[in-house]
């Protein structure tokens, strides 16, 4: 069975940056598009960004500042974040999936908390 676990979250600034990590077990491949979603505390989630073979896909609220990689030798999914805003506090999910259908996403990990305070 698929297991994803995600790291790397905490408590930040705004203008700060945090680097989130997912890895994964459990017969994945690198044949599969991988995503991260987020939640925000009385929201639904919110697509953030899809990573599938070489080709990498944002959110408009977070292009030109998060980072969405990979590395297959670790099968280790990665978000680097950038110039944060107290928007983007939300609990972070990996997911095994592609684009805004959420529905269609078959795998999920617990997910780590962002927060972005003064």
């Known amino acids: 069975e698929v297991q994803l676990v995600e790291s790397g979250g905490g408590a930040v600034q705004p203008g700060g940056s945090l680097r989130l990590s997912c890895v994964a077990s459990?017969?994945?491949?690198?044949?599969?598009?991988m995503s991260w979603v987020r939640q925000a505390p009385g929201k639904g989630p919110e697509w953030v960004s899809s990573i599938d073979r070489g080709s990498t896909y944002y959110a408009d609220s977070v292009k030109g500042r998060f980072s969405i990689s990979r590395d297959n030798a670790k099968n280790t999914l990665y978000l680097q974040m950038n110039s944060l805003k107290p928007e983007d506090t939300a609990l972070y999910y990996c997911?095994?999936?592609?684009?805004?259908?959420?529905?269609?996403?078959?795998?999920w990990g617990q997910g780590t908390q962002v927060t972005v305070s003064s």
């Open positions: 459990g017969g994945t491949g690198t044949i599969y598009a």
């Open positions: 997911a095994r999936g592609l684009g805004t259908n959420l529905g269609e996403y078959n795998y």
